[in-house]
Nanobody, 126 residues
Framework: QVQLVESGGGLVQTGDSLRLSCSAS????????MGWFRQPPGKEREFVAG????????TYADSVKGRFTISRGNAESTVYLQMNSLKPDDTAVYYC???????????????????WGQGTQVTVSS
């Protein structure tokens, strides 16, 4: 099994930055990719960014391209989401997720992921 824990959320103003962290434990060798999803108030969970296990490929939702960066830490069981130029529309609970599928690219749907963290709240005031 794999356990994921997110951290780094908070209350910020428009234009500020935040860096989210996701730490994985357990059978992390089974993971083939990791991603970040978010769920705005009253809306469905949506894909934000993903990275392959090798770190060679990243994919971003159009809404965050150029502002957010997903990366792997020195420990491959850690993934980060650097969020710059935050907007009120970025307000959501952010979830870290991991999948075991050996698909060579980045998976972008929530049902593709088997392991999930409990989320961290990001609130951007206007």
């Amino acid at each position: 099994q794999v356990q994921l824990v997110e951290s780094g959320g908070g209350l910020v103003q428009t234009g500020d930055s935040l860096r989210l962290s996701c730490s994985a434990s357990g059978r992390t060798w089974s993971m083939r990719g990791m991603g970040w999803f978010r769920q705005p108030p009253g809306k469905e969970r949506e894909f934000v960014a993903g990275i392959t296990w090798s770190g060679g490929t990243t994919t971003y939702a159009d809404s965050v391209k150029g502002r957010f960066t997903i990366s792997r830490g020195n420990a491959e069981s850690t993934v980060y989401l650097q969020m710059n130029s935050l907007k009120p529309d970025d307000t959501a609970v952010y979830y870290c997720a991991a999948h075991r599928d050996s698909y060579r690219g980045v998976l972008q749907f929530s049902y593709d992921y088997e392991y999930w963290g409990q989320g961290t709240q990001v609130t951007v005031s206007s």
